[in-house]
């Protein structure tokens, strides 16, 4: 019986001379002042729900459906989504969206929740990608999401951008969506 009460005592001597004799590590730099950039960018996303290729696939929804949406309340998409300059499939592809939106309204006011990341694999931000994570009222012809982050040359980035559908087939819920971005980022 003093055999395991030693043992016990020994082990938690042990492990308060561990914890006592630790040393938290943490450096401060100086503060950086770097001058903030603003960056103008304008693309498509092209969201296709059909077909063989689908870019967007439903990955869960539901037990409980209301209306008749095409992307009913509770639906949750995986996208792999092209990026491209102009509004025409042939026009150069420039990156690409991956990410998640779900559909959070039960209503008419169609609204998605998206977890989006813009990754660029061509031109000037090559290797770049700007995050949003934001609230898209879809139904709105004005609308706005938030910028909430980004990497590469996007690093620390913060903004909004303003979202146009340019086209929308309401059968199967195919888009085209036009990105006017103002990011700001060191």
């Given at each position: 019986m003093a055999i395991p009460r030693l043992a016990i005592v020994l082990s938690v001597l042990f492990l308060v001379s561990i914890s006592a004799r630790s040393e938290y590590y943490s450096r401060t730099s100086r503060r950086?002042?770097?001058k903030p950039k603003v960056t103008h960018l304008r693309f498509f996303l092209f969201d296709i729900l059909s077909g063989d290729k689908p870019t967007a696939v439903k990955v869960a929804h539901s037990n409980v459906t209301f209306g008749t949406s095409v992307i009913p309340f509770g639906t949750v998409y995986a996208i792999d989504d092209p990026l491209r300059e102009g509004p025409e499939y042939n026009s150069t592809l420039i990156g690409n969206a991956r990410g998640m939106y779900m559909s959070a309204s039960r209503g008419s006011d169609f609204c998605l929740v998206m977890y989006i990341d813009y990754a660029f694999t061509a031109g000037k931000f090559k290797g770049s990608s700007i995050s949003v994570f934001s609230r898209n009222p879809v139904t709105e012809t004005k609308r706005e999401v938030a910028v909430v982050?980004?990497?590469?040359?996007?690093?620390?980035?913060?903004g909004f951008a303003k979202l146009k559908t340019h086209y929308l087939n309401v059968n199967n819920g195919d888009a085209i969506i036009e990105y006017d971005v103002t990011v700001f980022h060191y």
């Open positions: 950086v002042h770097l982050g980004g990497r590469g040359k996007f690093r620390m980035a913060r």
